[in-house]
């Protein structure tokens, strides 16, 4: 794949025109499956990459939906599905290179699926046994991040470091709507912006913050933001995996290049509840999901697909079965995740020791020994014989 | 009387508050529309609109910012911060700001707003969600803190605090939201900072506030079938605390266990324990023992339990204070 258009120089792009008051998007493919073309993105795709980003897709979308039962069946405590956003996500993440460093919020299971992380590892903070625990170095993909917009200024940071490093590696942060708002984004911004970081923020517009539309945290199109810090911004059709795979790759080159930060909107839609334990009946309409499921990422690509004949049976039912085993390995691989040692909350609170961890865990050692000498007392009995 | 869940109580309270005083404004991340993530606003969008109950873009500092700007303007606002982790990027706005501009304007203005945060564990979220940070409130003068235990001091204290001219950070114990309790709408309430006795007892005073307080009746209970009689105080108030409560009944049983899901290292226990030293040495037989948090991060859900005070963990406390 080769993305033939440079990035641009400084001036917020792609989106200057604007058609029944919505700002055009950069789009590649349209919902119907068919290749357009874009003055300044396009892209080059064999048939064998094609069907490697719909492999992404619907992998991505087969975990998440084994997510949600495991949720349901109590496997899981929470679940924040990302569905309708698979080609937000697998585009951008296709776009990195693996010395390229990512900063996803809590809902990048998609991006994750490319930088090769195990699924099962995202699922452990969600099951509550680990609150991450992956190894961010060994993809170059930080852990999750719940509170909203911090990770954009750990990104920045992160590419202030590889910018005095002389490395030509890029820095991705990832973020949604309603983070867009938080004074650490806009910090992540200026930073970024001052320092000509090679950062890249590409925001999820989902049009949803739990129950808050896009028009509670922007008057303005949030890819115009960028052009108030000095970078330039882009929106691009989220759905449309090539269009952000394109867009992605020119973002993270022109940040490779020197050319400092730039901020990619890709816009999509949250087509699930914004969490497992959310109920978005009480806020939004059925019309507007209906029209989006037909804007599906999936089904776009699948589309075009067909239409090129790029695509056989064989192919597809080959893909149905690696999805089913995926399922499985989550399943299985989730009910045979052990809940964690108590003392284990001990564990890693300082890397270099301290002494009040130390007597606590002491303290609770001995505590939870008192109970294995006095076994007429169980644990949660209203007794309290504990060999006082 | 009439039986209501704490979140119930919270919602009538506000909703009495809306209608009394048309400077109340209720504010936050997805009161409006939704009702709260808890529903703890849920119909107030509906009836009241859009111009008092207020959906706001998702900024915790901005939240609380412009709460201080629409008090300085006249109004009472009610704002919700969504999870006790997420009340940080207000800290700034709550510490430097809110706390400090009556001193600063030599009393020339009030800040009269209630700053509503969710708080403690027990529900089996992520991280960020299960927190006590109420100390690092406490810890700075200016700011009220409170916490109910049960629907009838939710349902009054949440109006006392809108009433109240000073800031009132006000915890309200999420995993007890769905806890049924009588209300007495119409009686004559406590001071919102008085302590109350919630179980009367002769051999160790246990002291709590919030989600806790239940855990230590629970105790009391357990503790009764043994022949052992505790008292339980509920705090109900943080700061200002109310020493007098506590220390009459240390003066009774000499022995007391304060209990906090919060950690102990410099948390709510230390002061009162530091306190009550002071106020009643001679009385005391045993040291002021603390069960609550250990100085780790809140741990994953599967591990909860394990952290926790829990019924185990306080009667150990029990055993050992009664020890001396
Ligand atoms: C600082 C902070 N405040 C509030 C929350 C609670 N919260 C979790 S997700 C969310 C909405 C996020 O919306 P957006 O940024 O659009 O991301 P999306 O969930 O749509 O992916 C909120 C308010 C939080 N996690 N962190
Ligand atoms: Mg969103």
Not at chain 1, 49 to 60: A, F, N, Q
Not at chain 1, 214 to 241: L, M
Not at chain 2, 170 to 179: L, N, Q
Not at chain 2, 227 to 256: H, M, N, W, Y
Request: proline share 5%; net charge negative; charged share 25%.
């Amino acid at each position: 794949m080769s993305v033939k258009s440079t990035a641009a120089r400084r001036t917020t792009r792609g989106g200057a025109k604007r058609r029944g008051g919505e700002p055009e998007l950069v789009q590649l493919l349209t919902p119907e499956g068919d290749r357009v073309e874009h003055s300044e993105y396009s892209i080059d795709v064999t048939p064998d990459e094609l069907r490697g980003l719909y492999r992404d897709m619907v992998l991505t979308r087969r975990f998440d939906a084994e997510a949600i039962t495991l949720q349901r069946q109590g496997e899981l405590g929470l679940w924040a599905s990302l569905l309708g956003q698979e080609a937000a996500q697998i585009g951008s993440g296709r776009a990195t290179r693996p010395d390229d460093y990512i900063f996803p919020t809590y809902r990048e299971h998609g991006v994750a699926w490319t930088r090769d992380v195990d699924p099962l590892n995202l699922l452990g903070m969600f099951r509550g046994v680990n609150n991450g625990g992956w190894d961010p170095n060994e993809n170059n993909f930080h852990l999750y991040t719940i509170v909203i917009g911090s990770q954009t200024l750990h990104a920045t940071g992160y590419a202030m470091g590889v910018a005095k490093d002389g490395a030509d590696a890029a820095v991705i942060a990832y973020f949604g709507d309603g983070a867009s708002s938080q004074g650490d984004v806009a910090e992540s911004f200026t930073f970024a912006a001052v320092y000509n970081a090679p950062v890249v923020f590409f925001c999820q517009n989902n049009q949803w913050a739990i129950s808050e539309p896009t028009e509670k945290q922007s008057r303005v199109p949030i890819y115009q933001r960028a052009a108030g810090y000095g970078f330039p911004g882009v929106r691009v059709d989220g759905n449309d995996v090539l269009a952000v795979l394109a867009v992605t790759r020119a973002a993270l080159e022109h940040a490779r290049s020197g050319q400092g930060p730039m901020l990619v909107e890709a816009f999509t839609y949250r087509m699930g509840a914004h969490t497992t334990t959310d109920d978005p009946t009480r806020y939004r309409s059925d019309e507007e999901r209906e029209e989006w499921a037909s804007k599906d990422p999936i089904a776009r690509l699948r589309a075009h697909l067909d239409k090129q004949g790029l695509a056989d049976e064989g192919f597809y039912a080959g893909l149905d079965a690696e999805s089913d085993a995926l399922a499985k390995r989550v399943r299985d691989g989730v009910r045979g995740m052990p809940n964690p040692d108590p003392m284990a909350m001990f564990e890693n609170v300082y890397a270099d020791g301290h002494a009040l961890v130390d007597e606590e865990r002491a303290q609770f050692a001995e505590y939870l020994a008192s109970f294995e000498d006095a076994p007429a007392a169980s644990h949660g009995a209203a007794g309290s014989g504990k060999g006082h | 009387m009439t039986q209501m869940a704490i979140a119930k109580a919270l919602n009538e309270s506000l909703r009495t508050s809306l209608e009394n005083d048309p400077k109340v404004l209720v504010m936050g991340e997805d009161v409006g529309r939704l009702g709260g993530v808890f529903r703890i606003t849920d119909g107030l969008f509906k009836d009241f609109g859009e111009g008092r109950v207020i959906d706001t873009p998702l900024a915790e500092s901005g939240i609380v910012g412009t709460a201080i700007g629409l008090a300085l303007r006249g109004y009472r606002p009610v704002v919700e911060i969504q999870f006790d982790g997420f009340v940080f990027p207000a800290y700034d706005q709550i510490v430097t700001q809110l706390a400090k501009m009556h001193a600063r304007a030599l009393g020339k203005i009030k800040l009269p707003i209630v700053i509503r945060i969710p708080y403690g564990g027990g529900i089996g979220a992520v991280e960020h969600h299960s927190e006590s940070p109420e100390t690092l409130f406490a810890h700075v003068a200016g700011l009220k803190v409170v916490s109910p235990s049960n629907a009838s001091d939710a349902y009054w204290m949440m109006q006392q605090a809108i009433e109240c001219d000073d800031p009132v950070i006000f915890f309200e114990p999420k995993r007890r939201y769905w806890d049924k309790g009588e209300v007495a709408v119409s009686s004559v309430p406590a001071d919102l900072h008085k302590a109350v006795v919630a179980q009367a007892g002769t051999d160790v005073t246990l002291a709590a506030f919030g989600p806790m307080v239940k855990v230590c009746l629970e105790v009391a209970a357990a503790a009764a079938n043994e022949g052992r009689s505790i008292e339980v105080v509920d705090l109900r108030s943080i700061s200002p605390l109310d020493f007098d409560t506590v220390q009459a009944s240390v003066e009774k049983t000499g022995r007391l266990v304060v209990v906090h899901e919060a950690p102990v290292f410099f948390g709510t226990g230390a002061e009162i324990a530091a306190r009550i030293t002071e106020r009643s040495f001679y009385a005391l037989e045993a040291p002021v023992l603390r069960v609550g948090g250990f100085h780790a991060p809140y741990p994953p859900a599967r591990l909860e339990e394990e952290y926790l005070p829990g019924l185990d963990r306080v009667l150990d406390a029990v055993d050992r204070v009664l020890a001396y």
